[in-house]
């Protein structure tokens, strides 16, 4: 068996070690355009920002190593210029000397990852443009942060851009996120991003929603950034972080398919069209683990675990790609963003059924010390329970909890199963109902019935109902803020107050998360009122509502 | 409905605000014996050590929210004296006046839990021997730590006991563990206790493991300690930390079912032998998660579960209990250890067939700061892959990776599973291989034969074959420490040296942590040896040999 694997990144090198344990005989070669092989691709911006200090340790295998050990025949600077699938043939180019070679297979792994996008804009080639995705682009940036300028751009406010405009911030320059969307992260469902706009603000980060770069100008210090908006900006660098195309010109040139953004089409085990090719990683479309349906998800646990299946495959150890989950997670600062599974935008464009709740826990026993807020989305089928997303926004536990959701989501368990997890609980670490207990009951509360629940966004629509809307928390917290036309009766007064409250309407409660509104919710019901309680309470309400910061552009 | 909840903390307390929500007009009565309810009872070890500065933080909710808030009839202070189940009635006794008076009821739900064990042992009842089960306990163990004493004793190397010795060391007060079995934490396997015993140490408490305490005698500055070993101890104060027994009482005068371990019985919707009783929390019996044995778990998430459980069959909503796993967690200094699903120890007596791995991955990519290393050992079907049982031990994310794996076993996950998991990834928080997807590449390769391997205590067991035990680390690391009877033949090197190996004798291979091993075995297996890999590595080998600290006596 000869095996050649196109690039020698995440899933190709993944695919190369994997490869080598199934057979030692077999004659394995990676082709890899740049110069280095296996760095960590992910932690390009923490070196940027000087968290991670050493430009060595991003180079997870040395190149001797894998030839060492593994017994590969790396070849970097090298680029793949033509398969010839007939001839089983590759033709090969040294990029240093310009030399072509032919090089014969038996199969091949495309792992030519993705590229990030540069929009034909006029200026965009000027010197201080950079985009981030090898360790010579990191160089270059780092450089021109090193020069401590005044001021960064940074364009497009995904994983990457974040990641930049923070690790920018760290090192003490200025930075400013144009982002096209009314967002950040739009992966993300709007109101979960809320926070992030709030944390990003109070560590320095300007943020320019709705807005975009329509053309670069050099001036004396720098570039000159003009705005759709009208405005203009001005920065010394300007970093483009807004999407990636699949690196798929091999894939077309070869005839093999792709789709409409670019992927190459692959089966379950990762083959191409052509089943003597496989493609892991950026480059492939593959599916989505809950709908199905088509997907490009560029991320690096994916990559690596198609990197395994495809070398599996290609030495006759087959199991199956399961689709991809869209398990991501970023630090912002000292607060971390998670989310798994389908979001609400991807449930209403595939017209899927399903409710959300809303829960606003600490990560662990609020009576130790150190205990810090999260706030929890969960997505989930109205009828059966099964869970189909989640996301989070918080600090510590975050992380612990979205991929307890993950694998929850991989197991195809519903809500009523998280009423019944049973998790560590010590002070320091839960809580003995952790926040997945929480999202349990509150969920399965909602399907049974027992706990009516409505969601901010549907309260925010016109209705020709009359609504009352019930404030059950203390006059100071009313006070500090609460829903427009709202009426406050402190949860421990309800009971004597009845009277003042109307029959004849829905009323809906609510609290600061959610607790007390339920509870006065099932006081109301009991006494003959039609009570829903507004599903996370304030907290909810705020991350439609963002109060102090005023609009988010 | 009248429904009376004898017990007013974890169990009782969850029982009585679930049953108000469900039921605004019932009668709920809640009768506790001493003058708090709902207090945090994981928290009070951390209160004696000043971590949790505030005692007030201890009391979850106040005893006016419930009666306010909740409508409860809370009644402190007072004991159930008798239970007349033909009448349906029972005698309360104010314990403060001494009067006694009947109340009758629909249903009772008994949440009284367990109380620390006192042995009848010479001297038991000297003043400065104490146990811990409230906060007036608590109270009096933190004033005889305020006292500064030179010396104390923890008497059983429990949750409780390990908790109570890391809070004395904060407070700076020299401590000693006495317990009789030879490891610390026994629902442990003992070798997963190794990194425990050193981590104690290290901190300065004093572990004497394989001895007890066979009598107290007080002298001019406090009490002597005589050991069953021989010796004695002099300590200030005395802390029996040797276990609990259910508080059943009340029940076994009722004629209530209780188990040879004394918790009462009680069906999968906690009702006791008598339909109109249930039973919650650290008083019952109740049964395994994987095997449905009977067991008795005194654990605060199983407890608050069962209260709501009963609260829901009481009004109707029945959900059935599905057991307790047995997830527990406890920090111990700056590192923490946990566990869920079944032990070795529980399988070995169970008699069912099972596989082990060990793995000890970082917590996040080793490439961006501040990663910390962990041990993990599961255990597995070796047939079917189910996950049967994990234990962890480490710094930062070993709660993360228990709690994952506490859900996969909820959700009867194989370790074919965790190979597919899509967790959350970015530097600070994991790797794009997961220790998750790590368990399940390595325990998958373990039943697919791919990775054959060998556990250390197999290794350590006489046999007739002729093993040859191969060493594929750098000298460097082989002169650090290494196997018996090893060999050194570096990874790098191993395909040049193939003619040093003998071919009829079984190879046994190894590293650091069992990943250059695996690739030895692969090579070796592929070139006509018979090899495999110890699994874990020498890691896993100091383990079962602690190195530096002598025996753990």
């Not at 095996?3 to 190709?12: P, T």
């Not at 070869?254 to 950026?282: F, W």
């Not at 609020?366 to 205990?371: H, I, L, Q, S, T």
């Given at each position: ?16 070690t994997?490869?080598?344990r ?10 890899e ?25 991003l ?23 033509a ?10 180019r ?36 950079y ?33 930049l ?43 320019r ?41 091999l ?32 480059v492939?479309?593959?599916f ?20 395994r ?8 150890k ?22 798994t ?47 189909l ?7 510590s ?15 195809a ?6 009423e ?56 100071e917290?009313?006070q500090?803020g ?39 919710t099932?006081?109301l019901n009991?006494?003959g ?25």
């Open positions: 068996m000869k095996l050649l694997i196109v690039g020698g990144i995440a899933g190709g090198a993944s695919a190369a994997r490869a080598r199934l057979s030692e005989d077999s004659e394995i070669v990676i082709i355009r740049g110069p280095d092989v296996s760095f960590a691709n992910c932690g390009l911006p923490y070196h940027i920002g000087e968290e991670i200090p050493h430009r060595e340790s180079l997870i295998t040395q190149l001797e190593r894998l030839r060492q050990r593994y017994k590969l025949d790396v070849r970097t600077r090298t680029d793949v210029v398969i010839d699938r007939v001839a089983r043939s590759v033709t090969l040294n990029l240093d000397t310009g030399t072509q070679s032919q090089e014969s297979y038996d199969r091949i792994i495309l792992a030519t990852g993705a590229a990030p996008i540069r929009l034909p804009l006029p200026g965009i080639d000027l010197p201080g443009i985009s981030l995705r090898t360790l010579q682009d990191m160089d270059r940036i780092k450089a021109a942060i090193d020069a401590k300028p005044t001021h960064a751009v940074v364009i497009g406010a995904g994983f990457i851009g974040l990641e405009a923070e690790n920018f911030l760290r090192r003490g320059v200025p930075t400013t996120i144009i982002e096209l969307q009314n967002q950040v992260l739009p992966p993300l469902d709007a109101e979960m991003t809320t926070p992030i706009n709030e944390t990003l603000r109070k560590h320095g980060v300007e943020l929603l709705g807005d975009s770069a329509v053309g670069f100008a050099q001036i004396s210090n720098g570039l000159k950034i003009t705005l759709k908006s009208g405005g203009t900006l001005e920065a010394e660098l300007v970093v483009l972080g807004i999407g990636i195309r699949p690196e798929n010109r894939a077309v040139e070869s005839g093999l398919e792709v789709g409409p953004r670019g992927g190459i089409r692959v089966n379950r085990h990762m083959q191409t069209s052509d089943p003597s090719i496989y493609a892991v990683g950026d492939v479309e593959t989505a683990f809950l709908s199905g349906e088509p997907t490009q998800v560029p991320l690096a646990g994916p990559a690596n675990r198609q990197g299946l495809a070398a599996n495959h290609v030495f006759g087959s199991r199956a790609y399961r689709g991809t989950q869209g398990t991501a997670i970023l630090r912002i600062f000292d607060r971390t963003v998670a989310m599974g389908a979001t609400e935008q991807t449930l209403e464009r595939l017209g899927r059924t399903y409710r959300k709740i809303y829960i606003h826990p600490n990560d662990h026993a609020g009576y130790f010390p150190g205990a810090q807020s999260m706030s929890i989305k969960l997505l989930f089928d109205p009828v059966t329970g099964r869970i997303g989640a996301q989070a926004f918080g600090g536990g975050v992380d612990k909890r979205i991929d307890i959701l993950s694998v929850a989501i991989q197991a368990m519903t809500v009523q199963d998280l019944e997890s049973e998790l560590a609980y010590a002070p320091p670490y839960g809580s003995a109902k952790d926040p997945i207990n929480m999202l349990g009951f509150v969920a399965s509360g909602l399907i049974r019935g027992e706990h009516p629940q409505i969601d901010v966004d549907k309260l925010d629509q016109p209705t020709d109902r009359l609504r009352f809307v019930l404030d059950v928390r203390t006059p917290e009313f500090g609460h829903l427009p036309n709202s009426v406050n009766i402190p949860i421990e007064e309800l009971r004597q107050r009845l009277s003042e409250l109307p029959k004849d309407q829905e009323i809906v409660t609510y609290c600061q998360v959610g607790q007390r509104g339920y509870l006065a099932c006081i009991a006494s009122f039609h009570a829903k309680n507004l599903s996370g309470g304030y907290r909810t309400y705020l991350l439609y509502h963002p109060r102090c910061l005023g609009p988010a552009n």
